[in-house]
């Protein structure tokens, strides 16, 4: 849903101008907040990735270590 930040309003798609601008004060109009989250979300997600091969690097060296004790 396209949110104007000057409107502080959303606007439906159909609404909106040609050049993809405000009908009511003609300024930018990027997408909702719950998009920019969704954005957000998913760029995190490597942070899990990396956190997940952390651990399982992390519990095979130690069952490997416990080969040798
Ligand atoms: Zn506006």
């Known amino acids: 849903m396209p949110w104007c930040e000057q409107c502080s309003k959303y606007h439906t798609p159909s609404a909106m101008s040609d050049d993809g ?3 009511v004060c ?9 998009r920019a989250a969704e954005v957000a979300r998913e760029e995190s997600a490597p942070w899990h990735f990396k956190l997940l091969v952390g651990a ?9 270590v416990q080969l040798f004790v």
């Open 21 to 23: 601008t405000c009908p």
């Open 26 to 34: 003609g300024g930018p109009v990027g997408e909702s907040e719950l």
């Open 56 to 64: 399982t690097v992390a519990y095979l060296g130690w069952r490997f």
